[in-house]
């Protein structure tokens, strides 16, 4: 018979059982305030929703159908003076330091609404991502305040991410796919700083944004090892906006083509470069592996989030209709096979959340969230007074030391597990929550018939929504393989992953 201690040994001979469930360990580990942040910042979503989101996504989904060339200045406005663009952004850079996980359920509640408005904040917070992925601080600095100023001022200030190109799109997610592709944005190194060419093409809030952090490649024959990431304001020289892709969903959301035509990106604006890259423990590829990894890990998680909120629209459009339809004499939702449909749709949308949960657990051990999750530190950003803040934190991120710490900390310490475990969980969250916001789209509309194709359910909107966002942040079959790659290759001999 199996003794207790029989039992523990087995336990302490299982290190990856962790690993299977991260909630388990990190749940301890993590402050106690931060469920009640959690809870404030649905509670805000809501009201947002209510007062914002609801009564405009009919109306916004068809002003561009109208007119492909509308932008959502006034939204945007409107969003910026509820303070949604600082929300997330740490203490020690000016915003509201929110923890991280709390801006996944925040997404899931406006997608639910709305994914293009849901998009018009989210994506900004991509670029907010991959400015911080970099850790340069000076720079992380200098345009988190912009977005401070821009919040205080009425203007505002949004970051986009600037990475696929007209020939290349999932081939810029991967470092083994990368030398083999057409990626054509070229950085030359001149005195100073780079000199840019080159475009980038379906770039979320593009128009819209002031800041872009840009991808490109010092060299165009092994862009892999030479990857340099530009912070470009709107308004430099010989950058310009082209056209605004006419698409089939999220039609509230412009996605931009942004041409670099010998664009002049100044040192001071130099996020990471080669020479930088070399000072980092790892490869110049490896590098650059790591923080798409580390980026896209986190990301992905949220990208999930959004795919949970759409599936829920669509559940609770399907829901609102079975409750309120008489069918054979009686409400279509005491009818047995619709009671299925939508204990499915439910479930889809149970997992999609787990999933992105998981997720994000992960990225607070392992991934982008682990600094300011720490207890001591979480507690000393979250209420240390602001001008304390300035007097000590602030000196220290405006200098190289800044950077050399928070590059120590972020990117050499990361081990190779971790960015494995954070990048296949953000894959994991990614195609679960976007699968089933399609699924859900799918089931709404079975169940409603002719209804749900009007335009005034907005369960048709959904379905258009969800399927942009199996496409994005890595199509669907990208992140099965980077799941695959990271969660299930491991250790198993004679597997090759992206090397067709
Ligand atoms: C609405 C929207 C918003 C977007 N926003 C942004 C943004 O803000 N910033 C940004 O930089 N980009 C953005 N994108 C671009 C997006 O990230 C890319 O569309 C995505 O990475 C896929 O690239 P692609 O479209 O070039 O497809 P491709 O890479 O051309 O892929 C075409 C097909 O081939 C498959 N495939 C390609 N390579 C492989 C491989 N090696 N192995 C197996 N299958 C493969 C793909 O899965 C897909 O089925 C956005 C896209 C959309 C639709």
Redesign the pocket.
């Known amino acids: 018979m199996l003794t207790i201690s029989d039992v523990k040994s087995l336990c302490a001979r299982e290190p990856r059982f962790d690993d299977m469930i991260c909630s388990l360990r990190a749940i301890s580990r993590q402050p106690k305030k931060m469920r009640k942040e959690t809870a404030e910042v649905v509670a805000l979503a809501r009201k947002f929703n209510d007062e914002v989101v609801r009564p405009y996504a009919a109306e916004l989904d068809r002003k561009v159908q109208e007119d492909p060339d509308f932008l959502p200045l006034e939204f945007i406005e409107t969003a910026n003076r509820w303070g949604l663009y600082t929300l997330w952004i740490p203490r020690i850079f000016g915003g509201k330091g929110y923890n991280l996980p709390s801006f996944s359920y925040f997404i899931e509640e406006i997608a639910s609404a709305c994914t293009a408005m849901a998009n018009l904040i989210g994506?900004h917070y991509?670029g907010v991502a991959t400015l911080i992925s970099a850790w340069n601080t000076p720079i992380i600095q200098r345009v988190f305040s912009e977005v401070v100023q821009g919040e205080q001022n009425g203007q505002p200030c949004l970051i986009?991410?600037?990475?696929?190109e007209p020939g290349?799109?999932?081939?810029v997610?991967e470092t083994e796919?990368m030398d083999r592709g057409k990626i054509a944005c070229h950085a030359r190194k001149v005195a100073g700083g780079y000199v840019v060419n080159g475009s980038?093409v379906?770039?979320?809030?593009g128009h819209l944004s002031t800041w872009h952090m840009l991808y490109s490649f010092a060299d165009l024959e092994k862009p892999s090892s030479n990857l340099v990431m530009l912070a470009v304001k709107t308004g430099s020289k010989g950058f310009s906006f082209g056209r605004k892709e006419r698409?089939m969903g999220?039609k509230g959301c412009p996605?931009s083509e942004l041409i670099f035509d010998e664009c002049f990106v100044a040192d001071e604006n130099v996020c990471i470069d080669p020479e930088q890259t070399a000072k980092l423990s790892r490869s110049a590829t490896e590098t650059t592996m790591q923080l798409i990894d580390y980026l896209f890990g986190a990301s992905r998680a949220g990208v999930g989030a959004f795919g949970t909120g759409v599936a829920r629209g669509a559940f609770e459009a399907a829901l609102k209709f079975a409750a309120e339809t008489d069918v054979e004499g009686k409400k279509l939702i005491n009818h047995e096979w619709a009671q299925s449909m939508l204990a499915q749709m439910y479930r889809n949308v149970l997992v999609s959340r787990y999933a992105y949960v998981e997720a994000n657990y992960a990225h607070g051990m392992d991934g982008m969230f682990r600094l300011l999750q720490l207890k001591p530190l979480y507690y000393l950003t979250r209420y240390a007074p602001s001008a304390a803040l300035k007097l000590v934190v602030t000196p220290l991120m405006d200098s190289r030391l800044g950077t050399w710490l928070m590059r120590k900390i972020h990117c050499d310490s990361q081990t190779e597990e971790e960015i494995e475990r954070t990048s296949g969980l953000g894959s994991l969250a990614k195609f679960t929550g976007t699968d089933a916001g399609v699924k859900n789209g799918q089931l709404a509309l079975d169940l409603m018939g002719q209804a749900g194709l009007r335009q005034d359910r907005l369960a048709e909107k959904h379905l258009r929504d969800a399927k942009?966002m199996q496409?994005?942040?890595?199509?669907n079959?990208?992140n099965r393989?980077n799941l695959f790659k990271c969660l299930v290759a491991k250790g198993i001999p004679q597997v090759s992953v992206?090397t067709?």
């Not at 379906?202 to 809030?205: E, P, T, V």
């Not at 496409?471 to 199509?475: A, C, L, M, N």
Request: hydrophobic share 45%; proline share 0%; charged share 20%.
């Open positions: 994506v991509l986009s991410l600037a990475l696929t290349a799109g999932t081939d997610e796919l980038k379906f770039i979320s809030n698409k999220q996605a942009l496409i994005y942040e890595g199509t079959q990208l393989i992206f067709d």
